[in-house]
Every structure is written in structure tokens, then in C-alpha cells.
């Protein structure tokens, strides 16, 4: 309940990625923390999708997000080579917050999907003196205007 | 609830470190994604200390051990060099479960500290195939009642 | 002059990339040991191509091939966001050696391009209990006589 | 040749670290790149020792230091768990740049260590809008002076 509300519209993106060599540990497996980098990746993916860029549409308002809550359940294990794809959905709040749900899974090509990872993280706003903003920032609030309503 | 039991005994240990350069993002502070390694070193003081580590007591008696949750919450921002300090918490459970608590701190001179993030993950036990085992290893069990009854 | 030999084949690949926001350090720069791995993935990208990846060529085969020597020349720096390029080319050797060569680089939409590192590597081959094979394995010799003759 | 000038004064820093878990490939040994890590947290050693750290000495003063060269040669490789040394010495030169080369050993209680890696960095001067810089910077040549001649 942290932070949903209900809304008519889903926003989500897309990000794929190949398990690297360097990423995986002694056990043959991607190493448990290496996840974390490609949530990050998707939400990328989402803000580019969706104009909610860190550099470009965040940073430029005078905003840091840095990330607040991270929650990863691991399901399977990922093998060297690997091609998987994080599904990143975006979930509204009234509060002035931005949370994310994330689902890691292998895709097969008959579309059966075998779910790796679940994950959830919640980012707050600061000012460039990484002081908190407790107010939602009004090109946030446009931006939910724009695509939530 | 998720994996505590009462016990008399509290086992814990410490990891201290120093933030690096590379670990640093363009904010300024140590990327959120970069806690998850501090955690994995802490957990191998704890292991160290209480012989329980990967590689001399889980590995050869035949398991591993992967992380299947991870949880952290970021309370406070970690600069380039500064120096802070893990503290792990051993969590008995009754389950073929390793559960910990984590808590990074910086620490004043004068004994205070200044929490910067809270975490807890669990572990569960594979063979060296990689399957779940369900049932808590004798090894395991062994260690347990040397150290927490 | 270390590891080259005339060979009127050229075989080279490319692997495209974007600075990652967790590779940049506090300069504001993608991190100079972050190059590695887009070094290792260009190399990846050329054994996918040709047929002597990792994993189904070479490992298969009972070869490891630990780099052995890294030199890499920065020329300009890389910002967050930005898509570059590696470019590989497998350089000959008599030797049971594999050598490549690197120009990591901008490429503009005009086809000009920006150089902003060049990079060598070295490998060998070792048996899978990591002892170093002195005599080029059949299957690199079978491999260079099918592409570079 | 690249940067080495008679001196007679020899300044070294050791830095000792134990390889992680997470720093191990699947080859069950230490990634060759991260190793460079290490050398960086080699030159931090030093610059702690001798006056010039990245933050405190040389940033403040208005620069940066780019790394714009690197050469690694491995000649055995570190498995986990493994505790080794990176000794560093500063290579004085009379161009504006900071040269150091590292040896990478495990020491054994004896006193023989065996060596597993050399390198060599070069690095250079920016001001803080990234700009060579081609004179030495007054700070540098008064850090030389001190602990030079």
C-alpha cells in the first residue's frame, strides 16, 4: 500500500539484457547484487519513454531522485549468456515519490515467460543541495497531469 | 515474521569501509546499487567469525547459499571517502533459511552514530546442482545449536 | 611487433553501448576501469560473429583464455548517456595467443567519428585446471586456418 | 621512458585487500578487470600518505587527474578469498603528469612474495571544466619539491 493509488493508466517499459561474463560469480550464476543495475536500466528506458529522464527532464528542474526503498525477490537463477528483460511499471502515489514495480523474466518464443526476479523500489526528490522536498515538484505534477489522467 | 525466532543469543559482527571513488555516481554519493557488495562483506565477517563462511563451511559440506530477498532502506546519503560501518545481525529461524539484518552506520568519535541504511536479506540452501533443499543441513543444524542454544 | 603476423583478412566486430548513470563517477565520466568490460564485450561480440565465443567454443573445447595483457590509451572523456562504439579487430599471431585490438569511438550521423580510447589485449590459453598451453589447440588452429587463409 | 626521471627519492604506499565474492568470474578467479580498482585504491593509499589526494588536495586546488593510460600485465591469477598487496611507486617526470607503477603479490609469513600482476598508469591534469592542463600546476610542483629533492 506504500505507495499506490488507483489510476486507469498503465504506464510500463521495456528493457533487455544479456547476462556479461564479468557479471556472474563463482557459483555460474549472475551475481545477486548485478540486478540492481538493470532495474536502473529499465527505469531509463521508462524515462525515456515517457519524458521522466534523470538528466534531461529531472536534473534540469533542479531535481535529484535518488532511490529510497529497493525490495529484489529472487526466483530463479540467471546463467552466463542469458538474454532476460525487465518489465518496469510505474505506480502512482500521491505523495512526492516515484515508485516502480519490476518483473525480470526469460521470454520464450511461443510468449511463455519464466519469471526470474520480482522487484519494487520507491525514489524521493531532492534539490541539488540533496536537501528532501516534501512537495511534489510542478513539472512532476504535469508530468502526472499528462500521462496519468 | 518472515524468519525470526526468539533466541537468548545475539550474534553479530562488523564490516568497515571506506567509500571508493569508482563507487561514487554523479551525484556525488556512493550509488545505491553499490550497499548490496558492503552487505555480502559483512556477512563474510560474520562468517569468518563464526565459521560459517561460502567457501570453508557451506561450499564443502556440498551447498550454496544464494540470496532470494534483499531489502535496503536508504536513510542518508554516503559521500566519496568517508568512512562507515556495517553491522550484521544473524536472525534464527526455524526454516533451511539464513536470515540477517544489517544496519550502516558512521560513527563519531564520541560513540554516536549516524545511521545511513537498514537492509535485511535471506538465504536459502542449493546442492551444488543448484537445487533448493528444504530441509535444514545437518551442518547446519550442528552450527545453530553450537551457537545459539 | 608482439603478437602480428600479415594476413589479408581483416576480421573485426562492433559493440554499441550507453554510459550507464552508475558508471560515471563524480567527475561526471564514465569511470576509466568501466572501459574493461565494454572491451570484453566488443570481444563477445566477436566470438558470437565468428564462432570462438567463450562458452560454446572455447570452454567447450577445454580451454579458458585469461587475458594476460591490457593497455588502453583515454583520449577523451565519456559523459552519462552517451552511445559509443567498439570497434574489435583480431590481430594474427603464430603464437597460441589471441590478440585484439580497440578503438572505442563517437560516431557522428555524418560518418565522422570522435575517437575517445584505443586499447590491446592479449590471451592465452590454459587447460580448465588453469595451466597455461603453450601450443596453439587444434580447434584455434582449425578456426584461424578457416578465417584467415 | 614515457615518464621517468632520475630521482632519488622512492615513494611507495601498500594497499592489502582480500578478493571478494563478488570480484570472482566463473573461472573461479578474480575478473582481470577488477583489478584496476585496486590500483586506484593504491593511488589513494599513497595520496594519503604523501599529501596528494583526489579530494583533499588535488580538486581543491582546481583540478582533476585523469587516468589517460593503462597497462596491466597478469601473470598468475587470484582466487577467492585470496589476500594480496598492491604496492605503488610514484614515477617522478618533468611533464605535467603523475605516473605510478604497481605490483600486484601475495606475501607469504616468510617474507617471499609471489607476484601477480604489474601495471602502469599515466595520468594528466584538468582544470574543472575538463580542459588539459599542460603546465604543472603550482600545487604539484610544490609536492614535488617537498618530497622529491
Redesign the interface.
Known amino acids: 500500500m506504500r505507495c499506490e493509488i488507483n489510476s486507469g493508466k498503465a504506464l510500463s517499459a521495456e528493457y533487455e539484457f544479456t547476462v556479461?561474463?564479468?557479471e556472474?560469480?563463482?557459483?555460474?550464476?549472475m551475481?545477486?547484487?548485478?540486478y540492481?543495475?538493470y532495474l536502473?536500466?529499465s527505469r531509463?528506458a521508462f524515462g525515456h519513454k515517457y519524458g521522466l529522464s534523470?538528466?534531461d527532464d529531472i536534473y534540469k528542474q533542479g531535481y535529484?531522485v535518488?532511490?529510497?526503498?529497493?525490495?529484489?525477490?529472487?526466483?530463479k537463477?540467471l546463467a552466463?549468456?542469458v538474454k532476460a528483460c525487465v518489465s518496469v511499471r510505474y505506480i502512482p502515489t500521491l505523495s512526492a515519490k516515484i515508485c516502480f514495480e519490476y518483473e525480470i523474466a526469460i521470454k520464450s518464443g511461443n510468449g511463455a515467460k519464466e519469471i526470474i526476479a520480482t522487484a519494487r523500489t520507491t525514489q524521493v526528490f531532492t534539490d541539488l543541495q540533496?536537501n528532501l522536498v516534501l512537495d511534489n515538484p510542478t513539472f512532476y505534477e504535469e508530468w502526472k497531469e499528462k500521462w496519468l489522467s
Open positions: 556479461r561474463f564479468n556472474v560469480d563463482s557459483m555460474g550464476i551475481w545477486h547484487g548485478n540492481v543495475e536502473e536500466l531509463e534523470y538528466l535529484y535518488p532511490v529510497v526503498k529497493l525490495e529484489i525477490d529472487y526466483k537463477m552466463y549468456g540533496k
